[in-house]
Each structure stands twice: as C-alpha cells, then as structure tokens.
C-alpha cells in the first residue's frame, strides 16, 4: 500500500465514480427541462422549481420530516447516552443479552421493524384509542435511532480512565455530578456522532415512517414514493437538485475546515 | 470542538426552521393545476391548537378539484385534510390496520358492500344531506346499498382500453388485445384483483362476480400467461407511461383517457364488446370518525350541481348528480360523450361489482399472490 | 443515583418498543384474523417459495455484484495520499445523503423503453434494451443503492492494517500481488464479512427498488410482506408470518457470517 495506484486503478476508479454520479447528473440536468418529460430534453426553464416551492404538499412532507428527525435524534442521544453509560456500568452477565436486544433494530430488516411497530401501535390503539400519526411516528424513529446512538457512544466509554472518576468521587462529587462534570466530556465526540447518526438515518427513512405514520401523515420520503406511483413531476427531480447541492456544500464546508486546522496543526508542528 | 459548534450550528437551523413551519398556519394549497396533480398532504398534526373544526378526507388520486376544497373551507370555515389512496385494497387495508384517521372516504361499489357487511360505516343521517336528491335515482339502491343508508354516489363510470394508434394502426374492439403477443412488453395491466380478474372474466365470456371456482381459476390462468408479456401493474402510473409512449396499451377508467387524450392526440379508447364494468364510486364515513356532522355537510356540499360540475370538468369522471351530468353532457365534445356517460348498448353489457363471499375473497387472495409472485 | 439505574428507563423503552414488538408478530403469526390458535399461516408457507427463493438470489447477486465493485475501490482508495483520500472518499460516500428514494428514482430516466440508455443506443444504432421492469434493473438498483455500503468496511479495514507489515512484506521480497493475496486480503476479510451483511439484508427485503424499478414484475419478500399489510392482499397474520421466517434466516446469515469470521481471523493467527 505504500504505491499509489496506477493509471488502471485510477481509471477504475473514475468509472465507479461515474456509475454513482451518472444518475444524480441526470436528475439535476431534467430538473430543468421546459417540459414534464425525465428523458427528452426540450429546453431550459425553471418551472419545477417555482412549481416545487409552492406545493404545499412537499413543503409540509419536509417540514414533517425535519422537525421528527430533529426531536426524534435529541430524544433517542438523551436516552442512548444515559443508556450507554448504565449498560457500562453493568455486569457483564446483564449487559450482554442487553447489549443484543438493542442490537435487534439495528440488525433486523427495517420492514420487519416497521411491520412489528405498527402492530403495537394498533393494538395499544384499539385499547388506549390513540391512532397512527404524529406520535407513533417520533415513537418509531427514536427507537430505531437509539442502538445506534449507544453504539456509538460504547466505545468513548471504554476509553475513559476509570481513575479520573475515582478521583472526582474522592473529592466528594456525586455520582450524578461525577456523570455530568466527567463522563460527559470524556464522551462527547460520541454523543455529537451518535447525534449526527440518528438525525441523518431519521431524515432518510422510509419503510419504517411508511408502516408506522398512519395514513395522514407523511414524511418526505413517503411523499416522494406516492408521487412516484402517479404522474411523476420533474418537481421530485428540483427537490433532489436542492437537496444535493445542500449535502456537497455542508460537505465541501467541514472539509475545507477540516483541511485547514490540519494545516495550521501542521504549521505549528513544523515550528 | 469543530465538530460541535457545526452539529449545534445545524441543530439551531433545523430548529428555526421547524419552529417557523409550526407557527405557519399551512393551509390546503389549492392550485387547481392539473399537472403538478397538487394533492394537498395533512403536515404535523399540529392544527388541532389553532382550535379550528377539521375533516380528513380520503379520495383516489386526480379525483377532485382541489379548488373545489378551498371553496368548502370559505364556506364553511371547516378545514379539510385531503389525502389519497391508490385503490380499494389499500384503502381497506389503511382503515383496518386501524391507521388511518378519516371523515369522508369514497371507495368503490363493491369495497362499500364489503365495508357495510364488516360494520366498518357509520350510517348518514339524511337530513344532513338535503342535495342527496340530486343523486341519480338509478346509482341508488344498488346492490352494495340496497336501502341507501349507508353512501351517497359520487362519480359514475365504466373500464376500458386504451391504445396507442401510432404504435398500434389498426382498430382494436375486444380484450383479447390485451393478451395479444404483438404488443409484448408494451401492455399494461390493473394493479388490483378485482379490476385484473374481471377483465380475464369478461374476455372468457363469464360473470365478473362469479363465484363459481373453476371460471376463476380459468381466469388466473389467462393472466399467468399474460405475465410474459405484460410490462407492468399500474395504476396511476398509467398516464406518464401511455402518454410518453413507454407502453402501448392498457385497460383503465373511461374518463381517465380524455385526460390522457389531451397529453398526447395519438390516443384512442374502446370499450370491448365483449363487456365491460360499470363502476359507482361513493361517498361514505368510517366507523371511527370524530366529526360525523362536518362529514356530512362536506357530503352534501359535494353533490351540490356547480361542486359537481367543477369536478367533472377538472377529471372528466361523469356526477352521480344528475343536473351536473345533464349540463355536463351538453358540454362535451359529442365524439367523447359515450367515453363519459355510457350508451345505453354498452351499460346494458356492463356489470357492478358485488361485494363476494369471504371463500371467494380468500380465493382472490391467494391467486393474486401467486400471480404476482 | 447509582449508575446500573440509569439503563432503567432504556430498558423499560426496549422491552416495549422492541420487545413486545416482536412478541406481537409472533402472536399475530399464529393466530387467525379472529383471534383462533392455527399454524395454518406458516403451512401455507409453500406458496410463497418462488418469492423466498427468488429474494435470495436478487440479494446474493448484488452482493457478489457489490464485492466485485466495490473491492477493488476499497482497495485503491486506502492507498491513495491521505488528502485524496478524504476527497475519493466523501465523494463515494456523498450520494448515499441523497434520499434513495431519490436515487432510486433517477434509474427511472435512465432504463426506460424511452429513457436515456435507449436514446443513446438508438444514436448509435445499436438494438435497445427492455431492462426497466426486469431483474436486471433491480439488481442495479440494490447495487447502486448497496455498493457504498460494501465499499466502506473494507476500506476501514484495509486503511487500518499496519503499514510496517507491509514493509516487512516487501524487504522480505514479497511482491505486491503476492503482499496482496497472503496479507491484505486476508486482513481484508472481516470488513468483507461486514459489507456482506450490510448489503444482503436490506437487498433480501427491499421494496421500494422493486416497486420502482420492477414495475410489478419483479415481486420481493418486502413486496410480498408490504402487500399483507398496507397492499392488495390485506393479512396480516400471513404477513406476521412470513416476516418471523424472514428475520430466522437473517439470524441464522448473521450466526454463519460471525462464525465464518471469527474462523478467519484464527486462520491468520491475529
């Protein structure tokens, strides 16, 4: 591994490249067209995106979707986090068929999560009438994000040395004042990705909003999917425009602060 | 540390935003544009705060005039959630999985019967639905609601077929078009048993209620076989696919090809002779609902003669009222009035869905699984 | 507060948004849609062989499909200078921030009778293709949707093995095809075995690459489950059913690939 590739392996390269990127060029470029049709170009204009903007439809299936994902990744690092600190604390005896069940949404196929929640949610409906909706869609989200909120905090935990909290203890903290003044800290690289993980697989959801929303709700990528079962507008084509030109920005972002702290550390470095 | 200020950074965006869309009060976004197909979608169920009376309503897709529900909400201050379903089975499938909060659905013939004889309706207070004398006396008293208590009629129609004549020259006037090897991989086909099975029962020359089950089977055969030379199982997917020119061929709802006649001229429609089905769709409320009296000012409302005419104008679907239907009739281009409002030579072929035995309906079950598997 | 409380309300959330959960669709498995006992929704379990069957081999296509792709990548990428690096690789990782619904979609234009696939051949005056609604066309849409999924555990763990090992490999006159075949991909394998799982599960029960791309012709274990519960065949004790023998193979896949895995690993004496 101490060669760079090749001219092959750099060709190579491209081509899957190309394969990931040929599709998204696609939808970009027919974003644009004059007419509804996604395979024949017939002109520029910006119709789909007027069009787009004042759809209520897929405003309200975003907005839906940005304030579940929102709560839904708060509440899910909340529990997770107060959850991966108690699962460490255990013995091993307890906290190993624990640690497997909260494995199990993330290991099972996430229609069987979907189809499992959803018959809860009618079952305690039926008993408690409550419907699908609102609340058992945050419900859904926040219980499928939060294995992965504790896996990613397991392994800060387990870096932690154990004396600093022995020595917080010593000097007369709490447990509870040892917990937010020492653990936390330590872990909150985990916490902040934890966070990010579960906010990123809350917004791109679909099977699981789609078994457990009901049928008045709906969140983008629900929307998305019941417009590709009718006429589909180039409108869908404007969103993913948008949606992907904000991911590369906020992408091109980090990385170029990225860059130039490792270059300002390397400076220093160098000095 | 630059992680966390970006992280915090998104999560205060996200927030405003979130919090903005909260205080907007997002009202069903009319737009009677018929191609951006604007189905107005309920958002956060957020809008019980604002205190105002509210009905979800529940349709199939290009089905109403959505500036027909702005007019409701002026008239009657009542906010309407308007949210649509692919077909019957789906519908059915919403409402029994316990999901779907709803005021106002309106499934077709056969859906209601097997709706009224699962007790899944609540029954319409008539008095509440004075315009329900508008209705068509001959969609009333159908064998799916044989005393009328139960829905009031909406829309009216038969199936058909529906070609491409560029691609297909010559007159087509039986299903057999449908299993045809010429068109192979340009032919459509109904995604949903009822409609797939009755138009294999139709072509083999029996009842498309029949519960005789051999003739099904027969009829599961046919359609095993068209399988190698279908494209796809559609519904609303049918208008980009005919109108684009991806497939040739497709049985559909009449009205439905006036819409696509618009998009693209080389389109033609037939109704085979060997019979077709005559559908009512209507309108009815779900056990279950909170606002049965809005519900039904919102049923009333919609079988008033300028509602009914605005919606038949928008989708070409024939009223159930029959006023709406008179003026509307005169309106149309003479060629299109027997794709509309059936002669009485076709209607006379025709059958209605019934509402099967639950070992038919099994039946059904099992073989449209195993088509589509 | 003593700190084995604090996974207490977890717990508690667990057993009832995971456990019960699972619990219900046992119940549901074996019960009819009136409340009765019967096994009489797994017995008819045969029927449904061909979609099972079929599943399987659409998955492990794309999985192969996916390893063959996606390798070599992992494998160029981890020897790149660690600025191209961190570009190749948020590159490659930047589709998957797009919706896949989105993604999906966009094959639509592509492998259409009229898309753009076929205008190109047409230009060319090459013969078209029917590939939409296919299984072709499925498969490249797992593909498409799997591949940097694949991609990423292999690169992990390749980026991770010590370069020293490598040197020593080559001062000991090993070369590079050789370096590769009797130390990286061994190495390599544990992040294969992850790929692996991370690609077949969701392609054994995806649903909306079907529906998009199939067209209805191609009909999936996610179809078939869909269909039970929110489709045109509504039974949710079948569906129950089908989705309990869904999730034992997937158990037992995960139970083989972890043993496969851990056997590796003492093959190469780590």
């Given at each position: 591994m101490n060669k760079k590739p090749g001219f092959f392996g750099r060709f190579y390269m491209s081509i899957i490249l190309f394969f990931l990127y040929a599709p998204i060029f696609v939808l970009i470029v027919f974003s644009f067209n004059s007419t509804r049709s996604r395979t024949v170009w017939t002109g520029f204009s910006l119709e789909w995106y007027r069009r787009l903007f004042s759809d209520g439809t897929i405003l309200d299936a975003f907005y839906t979707t940005l304030i579940v994902a929102v709560l839904a990744s708060v509440i899910a690092t909340f529990i997770g986090t107060v959850a991966a600190v108690g699962f460490f604390n255990m013995r091993s005896r307890w906290r190993t068929p624990l640690t497997q069940i909260n494995n199990i949404p993330m290991m099972n196929a996430d229609i069987v999560t979907g189809v499992s929640l959803s018959l809860l949610f009618v079952s305690l409906g039926t008993m408690l009438s409550f419907r699908l909706g609102f609340g058992t869609l945050l419900l859904a989200h926040v219980t499928f994000c939060i294995p992965y909120v504790v896996l990613a905090i397991m392994p800060k935990l387990r870096q932690i040395d154990r004396n600093l909290v022995d020595a917080a203890c010593d000097l007369g903290c709490t447990w509870m004042q040892a917990f937010r003044k020492v653990i936390i800290p330590e872990i909150r690289p985990g916490i902040i990705n934890g966070l990010i993980i579960a906010f990123t697989l809350s917004i791109d959801d679909f099977v699981i909003s789609y078994f457990t929303a009901g049928g008045n709700i709906m969140t983008l990528p629900m929307q998305i999917f019941a417009m590709t079962r009718r006429r589909v507008s180039p409108e869908i084509n404007a969103l993913s425009t948008i949606l992907f030109m904000s991911v590369l920005i906020l992408l091109i972002i980090i990385n170029v602060r990225d860059i130039k702290q490792e270059e300002k550390l390397r400076q220093r470095t160098s000095v | 540390m630059k992680k966390t200020i970006i992280a915090i950074a998104l999560l205060c965006l996200m927030l405003t935003i979130a919090l903005t869309a909260c205080g907007q009060s997002s009202s069903t976004q009319g737009g009677s544009t018929a191609e951006s197909g604007s189905e107005a979608q309920a958002p956060a169920g957020q809008d019980s705060s604002s205190g105002q009376e509210t009905i979800f309503v529940h349709n199939w897709g290009y089905f109403i005039d959505m500036d027909v529900l702005r007019i409701f909400e002026e008239e009657y201050g009542i906010r309407v959630r308007y949210s649509e379903f692919v077909n019957n089975e789906t519908l059915y499938a919403a409402l029994n999985l316990g999901g779907m909060i709803a005021d106002v659905i309106i499934p077709s013939d056969y859906m209601i019967g097997r709706m009224i004889a699962e007790d899944m309706l609540y029954e319409l207070n008539f008095d509440n639905i004075p315009n329900a004398s508008l209705i068509d006396p001959r969609f009333r008293g159908l064998d799916f609601d044989p005393e009328n208590r139960f829905a009031v009629p909406y829309k009216v129609g038969t199936v058909g077929l529906i070609y491409n004549s560029a691609m297909i020259p010559y007159e087509i006037t039986s299903w057999g078009a449908l299993f045809d090897e010429r068109f192979?991989?340009?032919?459509?086909?109904?995604?949903n048993p009822r409609d797939a099975f009755a138009v294999a029962l139709k072509y083999l020359g029996y009842n498309i209620n029949t519960t005789n089950e051999s003739e099904i089977q027969e009829a599961f055969e046919l359609l095993s076989q068209q399988r190698g030379i279908l494209q796809a199982y559609v519904m609303d997917q049918i208008f980009d696919k005919l109108e684009s020119g991806e497939a040739w061929i497709g049985p559909y709802y009449a009205p439905d090809f006036l819409t696509m006649y618009a998009n693209n001229p080389d389109l033609r429609f037939v109704r085979p002779v060997e019979g077709t089905n005559f559908?009512?769709?209507?309108?009815?409320?779900?056990?279950?609902?909170q606002n049965r009296a809005n519900a039904e000012k919102f049923i009333n409302f919609m079988s008033r003669t300028d509602i009914a005419l605005m919606n038949m104008r928008w989708s070409h679907y024939a009223s159930a009222n029959y006023e709406a239907a008179a003026i509307f009739a005169q309106e149309l281009d003479p060629a299109y009035r027997e794709v509309v409002?059936?002669?009485?030579?076709?209607?006379?072929?025709s059958e209605v869905f019934l509402h099967l035995p639950q070992h038919i309906l099994d039946l059904y079950d099992r073989l449209w699984i195993q088509l589509r598997s | 507060m003593k700190p084995n409380y604090f996974s207490i309300p977890y717990v508690g959330w667990m057993a009832l948004f995971?456990?019960?959960?699972?619990?219900?669709?046992?119940?549901?498995?074996?019960?009819?849609?009136?409340?009765?006992?019967?096994?009489?929704?797994f017995s008819d379990m045969g029927l449904f062989l061909p979609v099972f069957i079929r599943s399987f081999r659409l998955a492990f296509l794309a999985t192969v499909v996916c390893i063959v792709l996606g390798y070599p990548v992992a494998y160029l990428l981890a020897r790149e200078t660690t600025r191209v690096q961190r570009i190749l690789f948020m590159l490659i990782m930047l589709p998957l921030w797009m919706n896949f619904l989105l993604r999906t979609y966009a094959w639509m234009s592509i492998l259409e009778n009229t898309g753009l696939l076929n205008q190109l051949l047409s230009f060319l005056s090459l013969?078209?293709?029917?590939?939409i609604n296919t299984e072709t066309a499925v498969v490249i849409g797992m593909v498409y949707n799997f591949l940097p999924f694949m991609i990423l555990p292999i690169y992990s763990v390749i980026v991770k093995i010590d370069k020293n090992l490598i040197e020593a490999a080559h001062d000991l006159g090993a070369n590079t095809f050789s370096v590769f075949r009797k130390l990286i991909a061994p190495l390599s394998i544990p992040g294969i075995l992850s790929g692996v799982t991370m690609v077949f599960v969701p392609a054994v029960s995806a649903f909306v690459i079907t529906q998009l791309l199939g067209g209805g012709m191609v009909f999936l274990l996610g179809d078939l489950i869909e269909m039970q519960f929110l489709g045109t065949a509504h039974n949710p004790n079948v569906g129950s059913a089908i989705s309990i023998v869904m999730m034992l193979i997937v158990i037992v896949f995960v139970i083989v690939m972890n043993k496969f895995g851990s056997g590796e690993e003492k093959a190469v004496g780590l």
């Open positions: - | 192979a991989g340009q032919i459509l086909m109904f995604d559908f009512v769709d209507a309108m009815v409320i779900p056990r279950g609902s409002f059936v002669g009485e030579v076709d209607y006379a072929k | 995971v456990v019960t959960p699972i619990v219900m669709v046992f119940v549901f498995a074996l019960t009819t849609p009136t409340g009765e006992f019967t096994l009489r929704n013969p078209t293709v029917r590939i």
